[in-house]
């Protein structure tokens, strides 16, 4: 089955600088990749996607790029603000299957030092 | 627009005990999946359902089973619960067909004593 591997697991970064999270997935046919952050007590929420056929996807602040053949995907962060402090996890799919079942990293803890 | 809900939002049991856990989905959306998330750990998958069907399953024993509903919504059901069974369970909504997001509901509490 798929293997997610994400990194670093704590990141603290000055208010106002860059954060990046990175990831690594095991099964070449994954085509789907998520981005959920986790503030302490609450759902994931869906922060940012990106799809197999895309090389990068920007929204506002947060950006996703992917890269097919290292199989390795990250999550980039600009000019980043208290509020973005939460856990932060990756995730893989492969949707043709039939099953949906998302697979995660472990985490990576994001702080924001004001 | 409501979002997935779940119930209920805390649940302390007894070893050896059965669990049911309940999830509505976003309205419109027609799959439902499961997840359990042990403290300092990302959501496990352990079933999804679309139409009522069982799409997959992770690798949890068979004291784990699901179903869904004519109106989409879905049970968890965990039998002969074991303390490792403590955890977070997170019910996701997807619209289904060729969309992919997937968005979760605020979880059941889960606590094995």
């Known amino acids: 089955g798929e293997n997610v591997e994400q990194h670093p697991s704590t990141l603290s970064v000055q208010e106002g600088d860059s954060a990046v999270i990175k990831c690594t997935y095991s099964d070449s046919a994954s085509n789907y990749f998520p981005w959920y952050k986790q503030e302490l007590g609450k759902r994931p929420q869906l922060i940012i996607d990106?799809?197999?056929?895309?090389g990068e996807k920007k929204d506002q602040r947060i950006a996703v790029t992917l890269n097919k053949t290292a199989k390795h995907f990250s999550l980039h962060i600009t000019e980043t603000q208290p509020e973005d402090s939460a856990v932060y996890f990756c995730a893989a799919l492969y949707s043709g299957g039939g099953a949906d079942g998302l697979t995660f990293g472990k985490g990576t803890h994001l702080i924001i030092q004001p | 627009d409501a979002g997935v809900t779940q119930s209920p939002t805390h649940l302390i049991k007894t070893r050896g005990q059965h669990v049911t856990l309940r999830c509505s989905p976003i309205?419109?959306?027609?799959?439902v999946s499961w997840y359990q998330q042990v403290l300092g750990q990302g959501p496990q998958f352990i079933f999804q359902y679309y139409e009522k069907e069982e799409r997959g399953r992770g690798n949890f024993p068979d004291r784990f089973s699901a179903r869904q509903f004519p109106n989409y919504s879905s049970e968890l059901n965990v039998n002969a619960l074991l303390l490792g069974d403590s955890a977070l369970y997170l019910c996701?909504?997807?619209?289904?067909?060729?969309?992919?997001?997937?968005?979760f509901g605020p979880g059941t509490r889960l606590t094995v004593t």
């Open positions: 990106i799809r197999s056929n895309v």
């Open positions: 996701a909504s997807k619209r289904g067909g060729g969309f992919y997001e997937q968005y």
């Open positions: 309205s419109g959306h027609k799959s």
